[in-house]
């Protein structure tokens, strides 16, 4: 059973800092791409970002591009979200999934309860 628990949300001023982790367990962590995804209220689902198996290939949503930084450490089975110059736009419940591919492109699995975060002053 994939566990994914996501922790280090808060409330934060914008332009300020958070950094998000998120601890795997319940399959191999080191053998998925993995990927943070949030969800506003009242909105869906939008995909922020994924990091390939060793870290090294990452990719961003526009939204997020230059503000945001994945990383993991697959010796502790983490994934981490470096967020920087936070916006109120950036309020939402951010989830980690880990990735698998089907026949339409990627799939995501969430096995946690997500961390809230809000910006605002």
């Known amino acids: 059973e994939v566990q994914l628990m996501e922790s280090g949300g808060g409330l934060v001023q914008p332009g300020g800092s958070l950094r998000l982790s998120c601890a795997a367990s319940?399959?191999?962590?080191?053998?998925?791409?993995m990927s943070w995804v949030r969800q506003a209220p009242g909105k869906g689902l939008e995909w922020l970002s994924t990091v390939n198996k060793g870290g090294g290939d990452t990719t961003y949503a526009d939204s997020v591009k230059g503000r945001f930084t994945i990383s993991r450490d697959n010796a502790k089975n983490t994934l981490y979200l470096q967020m920087n110059r936070l916006k109120p736009e950036d309020t939402a419940v951010y989830y980690c999934?880990?990735?698998?591919?089907?026949?339409?492109?990627?799939?995501?699995?969430?096995g946690g309860q997500g961390t809230q975060v809000t910006v605002s002053s």
């Open positions: 319940g399959f191999t962590f080191s053998r998925y791409r």
């Open positions: 999934a880990k990735v698998t591919f089907g026949e339409a492109g990627p799939e995501y699995e969430y």
